[in-house]
């Protein structure tokens, strides 16, 4: 039986929003159906399971995230430090550009075990090869230090952009401001990164004024 791609993007639509609203293990196949305004076994004539259903979401709107996020690296700086900043910037306004996109990707695939334990996450680890080629880069220059792992530093990258991302998608605290965390994220890992052999640790000067403390009201997700 052909399969109407038209459908299969409604359908797709639909389970984000829901996934979104409900949450993935709330969720029911009923729900997306009505979103979507068709039959609830027509959801099975395209996806086998509301897993499947929930990896095909995440691959079809995470990959052109991903895109944008690439080509917004590429038209930056290409110094390393400044391919490091426009990397974290471009993920967080790609969260901001989509909100749901942002709960999916922070909270709705961590209910799936077969998301968890089977699948193999193309999206992100193409964010993986955009870090480690300007961390590799930056260590050739002296400008990164070279006795650091890359496995320990994109983990700290993307389980920070995570944690912002939930914070803001939740509506705690700071976490509003993404384009502030963001830089302060960016100022903090390069200083970390620095060999100290540069004169500045960024192609550009961060402008703001230090942020406030956190206030106990304030979203940390170490103990929330």
Known sequence: ????PEKRHQIISAAQSVFAELGFDRARISDIARKAGVADGTIYLYFKSKDELLISLFEERVQPAMQTIEESVAQGAQDPRGRFASLIGAYL????ADPTLGTIITMQVRQSRRFVTDYTNRPLARFFEVLTSSFNDGVRQGIFRGDLSIEALRWM???SLDAFTLAWSLKRGEASDLGRLGDELTEVLLRGL???????????????EPAAALSSNDFDPALD
Request: no cysteine; glycine share 8%; net charge negative.
């Open 93 to 96: 306004d790609a969260m901001q």
């Open 157 to 159: 990258v993307f389980g």
């Open 1 to 4: 039986m052909s399969r109407n």
């Open 194 to 208: 620095s060999t100290g052999e540069q004169p500045t640790l960024m192609p550009k000067t961060l402008d703001d």
